[in-house]
């Protein structure tokens, strides 16, 4: 087994217009199929990110306030996951509730070990 990382991005802007309501029924989505994973031995860690943060540039000369992507760029959150292969780790990602909002998407990256590298 080996573990991989999911990058969530897209979607903000249309959870951000659904009501208070329809937000709590879209975790509750994220939470099954992410508890679902857990029961299969899947999932190792995740969480969603703010939107703000920093950028370092130039060994900390620069520090600017960001990242400041586009929407559908901005990386708003990842899971850990393991899978036996880059092809089992996607074909898992396709359950992604994210999917619910056009134009989202999921970067499946292996995570690699130092002695791989």
């Not at 990242?67 to 880059?86: C, D, N, Q, R, T």
């Amino acid at each position: 087994m080996s573990n991989f990382l999911y990058l969530f991005r897209g979607g903000d802007e249309a959870y951000e217009k659904l009501s208070q309501e329809e937000k709590q029924a879209h975790m509750e989505v994220w939470g099954k199929w992410m508890g679902g994973l857990q029961e299969k031995g899947h999932l190792l860690d995740g969480l969603p990110l703010d939107a703000d943060g920093k950028v370092v540039h130039n060994r900390g000369e620069v520090v600017t306030n960001g990242p400041h992507a586009e929407g559908a760029e901005l990386v708003g959150g990842y899971l850990i996951i393991s899978a036996k292969s880059l092809e089992e780790a996607t074909e898992i990602s396709k359950g992604c509730p994210i999917f619910d909002y056009e134009g989202s998407t999921v970067e499946v990256r292996q995570i690699m070990d130092l002695d791989e590298y």
